[in-house]
Antibody, heavy 116, light 107 residues
Framework: EVQLVESGGGLLQPGGSLRLSCAAS????????MHWVRQATGKGLEWVSA???????YYSGSVKGRFTISRENAKNSLYLQMDSLRAGDTAVYYC??????????WGKGTTVTVSS | DIQMTQSPSSLSASVGDVVTITCRAS??????LNWYQQKSGKAPKLLIYAASSFQSGVPSRFSGSGSGTDFTLTISSLQPEDFATYYCQQSYSTPLSFGGGTKVEIK
């Protein structure tokens, strides 16, 4: 079964850092692009970042310079290092498998709350 | 950056109705348009990619059309399990972007 499982969410103060992980199974992880998408409570979907099979990263303007995406193919894992966190980063963070920037498999999400 | 605008933002419909949701891109994206369904508290699910291609397992009552800047998602006969929020997404260029969503509610 193709599956993505996010972890690492939590509650932290503004200015803090957090690292999200996404464990992939059931498919050849190294052959797919991977994405992070977030959703604030009651709001729409917002694309955050992607990494292609060559390891090239892409970011939305709202997180560029603060978030770092990476992957470890040997561990079938995707990561999102989030620094200088703000209240506006509070959301459920989903990882998704991508093919030509179409997100065909999604995890259940992990919740990040940034609050003082 | 490409902006995606969906309309309406919400609608009320009855089981059996035909439902149409539109999505407009701020510039031409050819056919690089995808539709997702999200039920309350769940992750999004891919319905249609490349404007009109069905994802495996998606019922045939869902269909997509359009190219360039204007796109449509149609549900030919609304079923109880279709009440959800629908999002369009452009996959033409980064930063990728989603429409604001259309919530389909029971009338």
């Amino acid at each position: 079964e193709v599956q993505l499982v996010e972890s690492g969410g939590g509650l932290l103060q503004p200015g803090g850092s957090l690292r999200l992980s996404c464990a992939a199974s059931g498919f050849t992880f190294s052959t797919y692009d991977m994405h992070w998408v977030r959703q604030a409570t009651g709001k729409g979907l917002e694309w955050v970042s992607a990494i292609n099979t060559a390891g090239d990263p892409y970011y939305s303007g709202s997180v560029k310079g603060r978030f770092t995406i990476s992957r470890e193919n040997a561990k079938n894992s995707l990561y999102l290092q989030m620094d200088s966190l703000r209240a506006g980063d509070t959301a459920v963070y989903y990882c998704a498998r991508g093919l030509a920037s179409v997100m065909d498999v999604w995890g259940k999400g992990t919740t990040v709350t940034v609050s003082s | 950056d490409i902006q995606m605008t969906q309309s309406p933002s919400s609608l009320s419909a009855s089981v059996g109705d035909v439902v149409t949701i539109t999505c407009r891109a701020s510039q031409s994206i050819s056919s690089h348009l995808n539709w997702y369904q999200q039920k309350s508290g769940k992750a999004p699910k891919l319905l249609i990619y490349a404007a009109s291609s069905f994802q495996s397992g998606v019922p045939s009552r869902f269909s997509g059309s359009g190219s360039g800047t204007d796109f449509t998602l149609t549900i030919s006969s609304l079923q109880p399990e279709d009440f959800a929020t629908y999002y369009c997404q452009q996959s033409y260029s980064t930063p990728l972007s989603f429409g604001g969503g259309t919530k389909v509610e029971i009338k």
